[in-house]
């Protein structure tokens, strides 16, 4: 039986796809059963889950940012809350939103329209790879798909530690010199983390230094590589979205609101496509205008976070000073906030303006 759409990976991505399309013969394939292998410290805005119905999945609310630099802290009241939530309850709500078929098991290739796996092949009409940063099928198809100098590297541990408002740490001098250090309360526990942005994995001793400087041990670990360069989201006829079309943000690490973004997007209009309203050409065409739009936005991230290693520790404090003027923190912030903005109205007129276009 040919499938009208198999998406391989069932994250934030490839489930907010699935969820677009009820009532299609959709396939969704993971190596992990739905719900395991949490990677984040899953912080983000509180108004993203709640346009996808997954407010039920949120553990703590936040309404201030608070970034740490060696002398001075800066508090930044944010223009809308962020909240922390709980992964494996927020992957089986998104699931519940699906009626698609699953499979625990590994896509490994392809093969025209056929999805290879360990235990037999899978026909589909389109094809999605959300398989996060190693981009399983995409990579199959382009080798040079995955830029390894492209990927930060994050580690992290659940402790038990109380705090308000989502905590960022830049320290060049100290812990980590191309990095950063967080601390994402979920009420009685928090997701203690360190990133680089040079993609170091050996990061277990600066994460100890780091836990044991907020009072705690490690307790627990997770992570991984998260891309920070756009990709092509489109490789042949094969659609890539969220960290497999290199979607998370650079400097901010944020992923978690473009995956369910651009995956909201992405099936909405494959279900045009697969309604007849528009040629799977077109929702391609769509798709790839919908990610280009916002290249601006993701390479000036990409630059930052370039450039920041670089700049003496007093010019930093100076940019995070001016960014906290309450004028200058609205403009920036909301235009941060803006680019992802899921609102189910204004979504549904995007896509017909897209489409149409
Ligand atoms: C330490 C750390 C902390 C982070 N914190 C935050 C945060 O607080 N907020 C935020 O917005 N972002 C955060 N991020 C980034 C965020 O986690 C990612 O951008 C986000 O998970 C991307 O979602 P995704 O669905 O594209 O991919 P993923 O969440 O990586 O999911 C990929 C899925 O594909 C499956 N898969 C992999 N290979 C295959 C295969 N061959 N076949 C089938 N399935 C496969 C995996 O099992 C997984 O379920 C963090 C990242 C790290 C590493």
Redesign the pocket.
């Known amino acids: 039986m040919e499938y009208d759409v198999i998406v391989?990976?069932?994250?934030?991505?490839?489930l907010a796809v699935a969820a677009q399309l009820r009532g299609k013969r959709v396939l969704v394939?993971?190596?992990?059963p739905i719900g395991e292998?949490q990677?984040?410290?899953?912080?983000?805005l509180v108004s993203t889950l709640q346009a996808l119905g997954l407010e039920a999945s949120i553990i703590q609310v936040h309404d201030r940012l608070v970034v740490h630099t060696p002398g001075r802290t800066f508090t930044y009241p944010m223009p809308e809350p962020f909240c922390t939530f709980d992964y494996p309850k927020l992957c089986q709500l998104l699931w519940e939103q699906t009626d698609a078929e699953f499979v625990q098991l590994?896509?490994?290739g392809l093969d025209g329209g056929r999805v290879l796996t360990p235990h037999g092949d899978y026909a589909g009409r389109v094809i999605v790879d959300?398989?996060?940063?190693?981009a399983?099928l995409g990579a199959s198809l382009r080798p040079n798909l995955v830029r390894r100098n492209r990927l930060n590297f994050?580690?992290?541990t659940t402790q038990v530690y109380q705090e308000e408002g989502l905590h960022f740490w830049y320290d060049p001098r100290g812990l980590l010199p191309m990095g950063i250090t967080w601390c994402?309360p979920i009420e009685r526990f928090s997701r203690i983390?360190v990133?680089s942005y040079r993609g170091e994995t050996r990061l277990l001793p600066t994460l100890d230094r780091f836990a044991r400087a907020l009072g705690v041990e490690r307790n627990g670990l997770h992570?991984?590589?998260?891309p920070y360069a756009l990709r092509d989201p489109i490789v042949g006829d094969l659609f890539l979205?969220?960290?497999?079309a290199g979607q998370?943000l650079a400097l901010t690490?944020?992923?978690?609101?473009p995956?369910l973004f651009f995956g909201t997007h992405l099936g909405r209009l494959l279900r045009r496509a697969l309604d007849g309203q528009i040629s799977l050409d077109e929702a391609r065409q769509s798709y790839r205008r919908l990610v280009l739009a916002r290249k601006r936005g993701y390479d000036l991230l990409t630059w930052c976070q370039h450039i920041l290693p670089h700049m003496p520790l007093p010019v930093v404090r100076g940019l995070l000073a001016l960014v906290s003027q309450p004028a200058v923190l609205q403009r920036v912030l909301s235009r941060y906030i803006r680019a992802f903005a899921l609102a189910p109205t204004a979504l549904t007129a995007l896509e017909s303006q897209r489409g149409g276009s």
């Open positions: 391989a990976g069932a994250s934030f991505a490839g394939l993971d190596r992990q292998g990677t984040s410290a899953c912080g983000t590994p896509a490994t959300a398989s996060g940063w190693r399983a994050g580690l992290e994402f983390g990133g992570g991984g590589y998260f979205v969220g960290d497999a998370c690490g944020e992923g978690i609101r995956a």
